[in-house]
C-alpha cells in the first residue's frame, strides 16, 4: 500500500530560487530516505535521515523529520537547471529493507 | 563500470507473449529487489532478494517470477504479458538497510 504523499506534485521556480518539497507518511519509520529520478533513468538516493534525527544536511539539501507529525521536508537551495528532476521520498520500515515511496515531486528549475 | 545494469533498456512485445528482464550488479550488495513504476511515476515494491532467498513478495500476478541464480544477478520472468503489464521495471540493490542503488530502468510496451 503507498505509504507516503507529497506536495506539491508540480513545482516550477526560477534558477537561485529554493525549492521545498514536503512528505507525509502513516506508519512507524526507521528512516526515511530522498531519492532523485531525471528523465528516463533510474533513481538515485541523494540523503537518509533516522526517526532520531530531526535535520541532516547535504551540500545544497536540507532535510527535516517531524516523527510526530509523520512529516519530511527536502529543501534545496540555490537551484540550478540541473536540478530539475521527480523528487521521491520513501520511508524505511522498523525491520527489514522494504522502502515505501511517496508518489513524487516533479520540480522544474528554468533558466 | 556500470553498478546495477538491467537488460534490455527497452522492450516491445506482443500480448500475450512471455518475457524475461535480465539485472546485474557488480557493488557486492547482498539484497536485490524489483520495482514497478506506472505512468504516473508511481514506484511500487514487487519482490526482494536476501542472499538469493525471496524476503519480499508482494501482490503480484504469479505470471511473474523473479530468480536469483546468485547474489549479483536478479532476473524477472513474465508469462502471458497483458495491457496493463506496461510500465518501467526497476532493478535496485543495497547492502542490508543502506540506501538503494537503481538501474536505468526496462521500459516495457505491449501492444
Known amino acids: 500500500s503507498q505509504q507516503g504523499e507529497e506536495d506539491p506534485q508540480a513545482l516550477s521556480i526560477q534558477e537561485g530560487e529554493n525549492a521545498t518539497m514536503n512528505c507525509s507518511y502513516k506508519t512507524s519509520i526507521n528512516n526515511l530516505q530522498w531519492y532523485r529520478q531525471n528523465s528516463g533513468r533510474g533513481l538515485v538516493h541523494l540523503i537518509l535521515i533516522r526517526s532520531n534525527e530531526r535535520e541532516k544536511h547535504s551540500g545544497r539539501l536540507r532535510v527535516t523529520l517531524d516523527t510526530s507529525k509523520k512529516s519530511s521536508s527536502l529543501l534545496i537551495t540555490a537551484s540550478r537547471a540541473a536540478d530539475t528532476a521527480s523528487y521521491f521520498c520513501a520511508t524505511g520500515e522498523t525491520s527489514g529493507s522494504r522502502l515505501t515511496f511517496g508518489e513524487g515531486t516533479q520540480l522544474t528549475v528554468n533558466p | 563500470d556500470t553498478a546495477v545494469s538491467q537488460t534490455p533498456k527497452y522492450l516491445v512485445t506482443q500480448m500475450g507473449n512471455d518475457k524475461s528482464i535480465k539485472c546485474e550488479q557488480n557493488?557486492?550488495?547482498?539484497?536485490m529487489y524489483w520495482y514497478k513504476q506506472d505512468s504516473k511515476k508511481f514506484l511500487k515494491i514487487m519482490f526482494s532478494y536476501n542472499n538469493k532467498e525471496l524476503i519480499i513478495n508482494e501482490t503480484v500476478p504469479n505470471r511473474f517470477s523473479p530468480k536469483s541464480p546468485d547474489k549479483a544477478h536478479l532476473n524477472l520472468h513474465i508469462n502471458s504479458l497483458e495491457l496493463g503489464d506496461s510500465a518501467v521495471y526497476f532493478c535496485?540493490?543495497?547492502?542490508?538497510?543502506?540506501?538503494?542503488?537503481f538501474g536505468d530502468g526496462t521500459r516495457l510496451s505491449i501492444l
Open positions: 535496485a540493490s543495497s547492502r542490508g538497510y543502506q540506501p538503494q542503488h
Open positions: 557493488l557486492g550488495h547482498d539484497t
